[in-house]
């Protein structure tokens, strides 16, 4: 009822990319070769320079998203209902350091220094997900983000597990993983509170009426129909990083959900929300794009106060990342000095034992 798992391979709208231009670039002809075949395009390949900077952006940007995201949930580890509750939200919040870790590692690969990139998030010159510029009010907030925002995020990263880029396409499958464990924890959560007391479903509703919208624009703005061709769809679709348009996904987590928040006994909060018999899909109002792209901009409810939160705990860490760093180069050197002693100077080594300096 509530699972989002895998997509079958097959699916309207994943269509074989192929090149924009008929035209293939003098070396590029593998390139699109692997792209076409649906094979995975690794580091060492030859790739276009855009693809490149096009995925440093998405990654980065996906990887941004992933620790700037532990702030909303992490806000309420100290005041979880239960020790239980307590220990799931640790785990998740956990889980989504992890992820970032994974994504800063795919980004990595492209040549890129995970450093450079967190500067580019603390200036501002690359951005993160539009919904983590959302306060959680209350308790009932963590069991929504679980169920809406981990449920849209799965919805739009399960794809991304097919994508050409090898690494990416990787890290996506441990990520989506846990995703999915990730939105059931929420809809559990959120199925106690409407069944709990009034007051608690009261609160179950309330946060559901906030977090609809944001989770609809998650997707990024329209890019089918009239739209169709503006922003970075048509390019990602024809190299095989993205396989569905922002608006197939969007309408998919909608058809998705809305049968979840009946089994919830929550009412979505859309009066154009109904089911279409002939379209086999939900309708659903229109989503007020001003206010994603307001939110992008900076000038969402929670911006200041996430970025000024980001620059300090980055600031706060750098003797951890000094120490890190400075056990590294040690264990480099220590593994430097052995490869050059002669293995009978390493056995002795061996078997004498260690001298606590
Ligand atoms: N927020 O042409 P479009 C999570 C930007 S983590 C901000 O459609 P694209 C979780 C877009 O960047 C969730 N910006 O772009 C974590 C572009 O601007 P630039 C994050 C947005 O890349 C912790 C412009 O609008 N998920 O779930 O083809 C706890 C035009 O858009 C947004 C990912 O990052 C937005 N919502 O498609 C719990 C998934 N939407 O770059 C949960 C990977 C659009 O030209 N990313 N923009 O300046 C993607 O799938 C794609 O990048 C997007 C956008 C669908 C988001």
Known sequence: MYGNDFVPAET??????????????????????????????????????????????????????EIIGMQPEGAWISRAP????????????????????YLYAAAETLGVDRAELLDQ???????YSSIFNYPTLTWADI??????????????QVP????????????MIRVCKE???HQRQGFEALHTLTHGSPAQKEMAQDAVNRWWWPSLMMF?????????????????????VKRFSNDDLRQRFVDMTAPQAEALGLTLPDPDLRWNEQRGHYDFGEIDFTELFEVIRGNGPCNAERMAHRRRAHEEGAWVREAALAYAEKQAQKQAGKQAQ????QDAERRTPERVA
């Open 342 to 345: 002669s293995p009978v100077q």
């Open 179 to 181: 995703e999915s464990f």
């Open 12 to 65: 309207p709208g994943t269509a074989a990319p192929a090149p924009l231009d008929a035209e293939v670039e003098p070396g590029l002809e593998d390139f699109w070769r692997i792209v076409r075949e649906d094979g995975r395009i690794e580091p060492r390949d030859v790739m276009p320079e855009d693809y490149r900077a096009s995925l440093i952006r998405q990654i980065a940007q996906h990887a941004h998203s």
């Open 143 to 156: 069991g929504t983000i679980g169920w809406l925002v981990d449920g849209a995020a799965i919805v739009n």
């Open 121 to 127: 998030l603390h200036s501002g010159r690359q951005k």
């Open 220 to 240: 990024g703005p329209h890019d089918s129909g009239a739209a169709a061709g503006q922003g970075h769809t048509a390019k990602s679709m024809a190299w095989g």
């Open 160 to 171: 991304l597990c097919r994508c050409s880029y090898g690494p990416y396409a990787r890290a």
């Open 82 to 101: 239960s020790l239980r509750r307590k220990a799931i939200l640790m785990a998740k919040v956990q889980d989504e350091a992890g992820h970032g870790l």
